[in-house]
């Protein structure tokens, strides 16, 4: 399935239309399937929607206690660092919202690199299904760095990743680098990645990505196919400003 691409004027736009979009998938996961396991993202791009969640009509609209959350990756750093990207979420909206501490699912980033890997495919083999090791996600909302990194898979990382999880060195602006990462094996069983970038910053790399030639080294985003979901692009005007139309 083709990747769908929608622009909005800006991220409070985009992030409402991401929130109603997190709460449709959340609502049709628990119907059909009695849960909702999403991976959510770090950094600073999706924390617009995270508040958003944690208030009305989200935080009663969706069945929260039918949500397990996880992470597309994090940073090695004790989980009340303010680089962590758990305790990011916890305090815009975790902390808000009644889902049951049993169904967050944190990276055990204190353990360091390999330890937190090894632990956090043990973690995602709770939920294996199908004969996998791994669950297949719901949802797993993404964000795509300047460089063209998505989780942290980093330019020139390793391709082809057999392990659910990495543990990877990366050094990103003024981010924590050593972390932990969902490989694209998990990321493309998910039934709905959903991507969200905005900033001119990300304009030439995002038009790379989505039409220049495929590169996966130099640009680990075009990586994220997934085999049996939907990629939806969620950009602002000016992280798109480069798109031939
Ligand atoms: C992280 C994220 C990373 C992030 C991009 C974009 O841990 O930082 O997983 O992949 O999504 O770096 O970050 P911004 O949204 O801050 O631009």
């Not at 449709?24 to 995270?50: H, K």
């Not at 973690?123 to 964000?143: H, I, K, M, Q």
Request: charged share 20%; net charge negative; proline share 7%.
């Amino acid at each position: 399935m083709n990747p769908t691409l929608r622009v909005f004027k800006n991220i409070d736009e985009l992030s409402a239309a991401a929130a109603q979009l997190f709460a449709e998938t959340a609502a049709q996961a628990i119907r059909e399937r009695g849960r909702f396991l999403v991976a959510l993202s770090g950094g600073n791009t999706p924390m617009a929607l995270y508040r958003l969640l944690a208030k009305e009509p989200y935080h009663s609209s969706i069945d929260w206690s039918h949500v397990h959350v996880f992470w597309g990756d994090e940073r090695c750093v004790p989980p009340d660092d303010p680089g962590n990207s758990y305790g990011q979420a916890k305090q815009v909206l975790l902390d808000h919202v009644s889902i049951p501490t049993d169904n967050i699912h944190r990276v055990a980033s204190e353990l360091g690199p390999a330890a937190a890997s090894d632990d956090y495919a043990r973690v995602l083999s709770r939920f294996a299904e199908n004969g996998l090791t791994f669950p297949r996600f719901d949802l797993v909302l993404l964000g795509m760095g300047e460089d063209g990194h998505t989780a942290s898979l980093f330019p020139n990382s390793p391709v082809e990743a057999t392990t659910p999880t990495l543990a990877v060195t990366a050094h990103y602006q003024d981010r924590p680098a050593n972390r932990v990462t969902l490989t694209p094996m998990v990321i493309n069983a998910a039934r709905q990645i959903d991507f969200l970038v905005t900033g001119a910053g990300k304009a030439d790399t995002l038009s790379q990505v989505l039409h220049g030639d495929f590169n996966p080294l130099l640009y680990p985003a075009q990586r994220i196919r997934p085999t049996d979901g939907q990629t939806i692009w969620m950009i602002d005007q000016t992280a798109g400003s480069k798109l031939s139309s």
